[in-house]
């Protein structure tokens, strides 16, 4: 078994409570740096990811940050060990762009098995993402984090993912 899998089956099984989603499953091979990295999210207690698509008016809401300048992508980010995956997506779509939302629909969960070098054990992590709806603030990008907020009616040539599947079905 995983280093995270039950962490990663409690978060299933709470966000399957509320909601009926697909789960999708990857292997990543990890260099020393990514390995370090994935170590450091479980010292912290991060189970994975949660990202917002957030739609108002028949737009939706992407950011570009700092440091991939050159893509826009869902807000969102770590889930923190006492928070549920809504409202890490919640708390980050407000943190990164100045904007309240309410999550009511999870688009899909991938469940990322992330292969270190040599004998160590996998780890697994959690991303999901979710559908939500503008409730109200004004678009403000996160100081240090986030370059630029946008609405968008189509997807812009550059997107990463999960704003391209999202974009292909949602607008």
Do not use: K, N, Q
Not at 31 to 39: W, Y
Not at 71 to 97: C, F, I, N, Q
Request: with cysteine; charged share 35%; hydrophobic share 35%.
């Amino acid at each position: 078994m995983s280093r995270g899998t039950e962490a990663v089956e409690r978060r299933l099984t709470a966000l399957r409570e509320s909601y009926e989603f697909p789960v999708e499953r990857e292997t990543f091979d990890l260099d020393e740096r990514g390995h370090e990295r994935a170590l450091e999210r479980r010292e912290w207690g991060v189970v994975g990811t949660a990202r917002v698509w957030v739609e108002r008016d028949g737009a939706a809401l992407l950011v570009r940050e700092v440091g991939r300048p050159e893509t826009w992508g869902v807000p969102g980010g770590l889930v923190e060990p006492d928070e549920s995956v809504v409202e890490a997506g919640r708390r980050e779509v407000r943190e990164e762009t100045g904007v309240d939302c309410e999550p009511f629909d999870v688009a899909y969960a991938h469940r990322a098995v992330l292969s270190p070098p040599g004998d160590d054990p996998d780890i697994e992590e959690l991303a999901v993402a979710l559908l939500g709806r503008y409730r109200g603030g004004d678009v403000r990008p996160e100081p240090g984090e986030i370059r630029d907020v946008a609405w968008f009616r189509s997807l812009p040539a550059s997107v990463r993912p999960p704003a391209d599947r999202l974009g292909a079905t949602r607008l």
